[in-house]
Antibody, heavy 117, light 107 residues
Framework: VDLVESGGGVVQPGGSLRLSCAAS????????MHWVRQAPGKGLEWVAF????????YNADSVKGRFTISRDNSKNTLYLQLNSLTTEDTAMYYC???????????WGQGAQVTVSS | DIQMTQSPSSVSASVGDRVTITCQAS??????LAWYQQKPGKAPRLLIQ???TLQSGVPSRFSGSGSGTHFTLTVSSLQPEDFATYYC?????????FGGGTKVEIK
């Protein structure tokens, strides 16, 4: 299993960013996927989950209406669209593969998102 | 939302010590509970799922127990590579939630 996040960077408050997570080494279209974030020096915060076929998503209250999780099974890629960003969204964002148990079985190395003026 | 409370928030221990971390859920999560290990600058690593099932490749000195609202992670004999931060996570219902973490430090 290999998960590689990309798309992180520095963005101004109110701005947008799209993270990608390229998956390989397993049948991507068979597994649900998560995004989890970690603010500097803080603990883990679950952000979003999408079912294997993309038919259902769940989001944390803190990002509802601002972040959108999606996937393209033809490209073995998971996405997270981040809109209306605030400084509170500054964090390392990890994608993680679920194994039918609502937990992260395998994780990527993370993508850093910094929201700053 | 289900709140997860871990204790202690940090523990100092020596190599060879037995260390136990507890995790309390604000409501019944059955055995839908996972434990992760995270080292500085690294992604979390899944250690245990469904409260007590050890992931492949995880040393047998790690064990998990509990059900309902009270769970424990035990390291029977701490090794140098075990100094890290440990998190519990309820997998019962969305939104998924993590405990605040327990940092295991060298005494």
């Amino acid at each position: 299993v290999d998960l590689v996040e990309s798309g992180g960077g520095v963005v101004q408050p109110g701005g947008s960013l799209r993270l990608s997570c390229a998956a390989s080494g397993f049948p991507f279209s068979t597994y649900g996927m998560h995004w989890v974030r970690q603010a500097p020096g803080k603990g883990l915060e679950w952000v979003a989950f999408i079912r294997y076929d993309g038919t259902k998503e769940y989001n944390a209250d803190s990002v509802k209406g601002r972040f959108t999780i999606s996937r393209d099974n033809s490209k073995n890629t998971l996405y997270l669209q981040l809109n209306s960003l605030t400084t509170e969204d500054t964090a390392m964002y990890y994608c993680a593969k679920d194994d039918f148990g609502n937990h992260g079985e395998s994780w990527g190395q993370g993508a850093q998102v910094t929201v700053s003026s | 939302d289900i709140q997860m409370t871990q204790s202690p928030s940090s523990v100092s221990a020596s190599v060879g010590d037995r260390v136990t971390i507890t995790c309390q859920a604000s409501q019944d999560v059955n055995t839908w509970l996972a434990w992760y290990q995270q080292k500085p600058g690294k992604a979390p690593r899944l250690l245990i799922q469904t409260a007590s099932t050890l992931q492949s490749g995880v040393p047998s000195r790690f064990s998990g127990s509990g059900s309902g609202t009270h769970f424990t992670l035990t390291v029977s004999s701490l090794q140098p590579e075990d100094f890290a931060t440990y998190y519990c996570q309820q997998a019962d219902s969305f939104p998924l939630t993590f405990g605040g973490g327990t940092k295991v430090e060298i005494k």
